[in-house]
């Protein structure tokens, strides 16, 4: 394919005329497979090279160019870095002559192999470029690149080196998936010139003038050099980068509303408006107006014929798992099934105990774990599959191919979070038409949801059930930890309970932190009278489901155990949480075991417990629990601390973030104004948003969901 065939829809492959390349072979590995892709492999560095100048007009922290002779040479063996194969390293300092001046500069190369010490050695007279910085005084250059010049070519003078070597623009592109910044640079220069000035625009003239948005072929010429250097400055770069940011964000949303209207395509389970004063009844509280507002947007996505995917989003403690039940008993009233998966088998349980204690005593309801003897399972499949159990709470178990629903509905995830796409896909694929619902008590930032799971309908449970008296939080410092031991005894004395949460199981030398054997021992130590018992996630199921038993009959005083209690428990008599290290978790898990007390009629107390002095950082963030019982304000600032890939794990949304330079931290508002526009394009250029749909149709991101 000759160059003037070549677009940038071509693929790869057309930049070296179909020969084997391994630089293109490793780019389409990673999915880069069209020309165009290469647009979005920004430089490290763009740089203007200035024309060669006298040493006397050296600038500390700026690129030089010179023209010298090497007048002296030191080698200096590194007796502290070995190359490949034990080959010693040098160290190597030369000092250069100016051609125009008197002045000398000192050029620097660390970690020389022999070869390369003899070839700098051989220099005599030349050209070189590098970055100027200053040591006890003296200019140096540290990793110059040297040109070796003849003796005719020294003896130029200034201004024939100045117009041969006039100011240019120097790009250096990053290591990509092992390529070098040279075969990378190598390859942009195989495009086409003329296509640099023939990059398509792809929003309306309208919105890039309301959005005061640098037009899509100006912004990639800028960001890859290919432009004057008088339009190189850092005002016109910046214009670019909130160009590229502001697109990543669009195609983003486009992709989130084509994969929202795919996921609906199909039909679903159709119910009949359901009768929640009837279930209403069964619960010794009144639902909140949140609760009360969130069955309404289940029962209608229940009634609209599509499948309903909607995220129920509260925070700790505001009852998401009463809708749940709602929800499911609508389901089970009209005849189908619902199941609800939760991610640990104590969870699982509690639900199972909860939901026992409020439905009728012939209500049809089980109960699916991994830790269940054969003939206890055979049993439940066999229910299940029969349809004679209406409704199913388990764990991981419910997603086994042995599972077979007579007529599945509803399929509820709760604390979605802690699964897979996968596996929450593979439980609502058993029944036909099923409808999903998420539930997390983890609050998502706005800017967070509006990406990670914006093809999903949203929720959200902000007020408290009246009957909760809250949670105060304390930050203990080691002049405070005995009036902590006191006050947790008295707690204790007056029949209440408490955990205490640890970050490691076992004792790690090579990690400063608390762990679950030596707080074990210490606090039986501590507290004689106690009746104290340690828990964490290595323990056999049954062991693990009795300790949250006892616990919850109140025959254990105090649980110690690692975040494994994280999730969903529920003991109403337990008043106080002690998270020891508590500079080992995210702001997020510190908030959710918070919410483990101060569930009943009973205030609840939150200790973050230091035995030793922690960093100022650490104690900021720490603060930010003590001060803030908001879940929201809370994840906001999990977020900008620890990045949005951190904060629920990788790939829980089924939308993987391909972000380069978007920030959902720093850069909200282009979020925003890109959702917006999304829309009105929608609405006032149907063409032109057919043509972006055309463009993410084959992606495999509409073939998931939940």
Known sequence: MSSKEINWSSPLKALVSGRKSKTVDKLISTGRKSVSDL????????????????????HHDSLFKGVGKMVAFRDQPNFKVKGKGGTPLSNVTGTVQDRFSNATLSLKWFNCYPSQVKAIKAHEHIFFTGSLSEFMGNFQ??????????SQEYQKDLESWQAEYRETIKVTYPTVEGISPHHLGSLFDKIPEELWNNIEETLPEDILKERQLMDLGTTFRLMHGKCSIRELGEKNLAKARERLIYEEFFNEQVKIKVRKTFLKKDPAITLNEPNWEKWKELFPYELTTDQESSLVDIANDLKSGTPMMRLIQGDVGSGKTTVALMASLMVIDQGYQAAIMCPTESLALQHFLTFKSLLPDNHPIDLLIGSQTRSERESVLNDIKSGHVKLVVGTHAL????????NLALAVIDEQHKFGVEQRMKLTRKGKGCHSLLMTATPIPRSLSLTQYGDLDLSIIKSMPSDRKGTQTRIVTPDTYQKYLSFLKTRISMREQAYVVVPAIEDNPEQDMLNLETVLKRYKEYFPDFEIVGLHGKMKAKEKNDAFINFREKKIDILISTSVIEVGINNPNATVMSILSPERFGLSSLHQMRGRVGRGDKPGFCFLVNDKQISQQAMERLRVIEKNTDGFIISEEDLRIRGEGDLFGKDQSGIKSTKILASLVENQASLLQACEDVEVIQERYPQIFDQFVDKVSQDEFLTQTI
């Open 39 to 58: 647009l979005w492999l920004f430089p490290l560095k763009t740089q203007v090279l200035p024309r060669v100048q006298p040493f006397t007009q050296t």
């Open 141 to 150: 250059i540290i990793n110059a690149e040297v040109v070796d010049l003849t």
């Open 399 to 406: 997603i086994q191919d042995s599972v077979e629903f007579n």
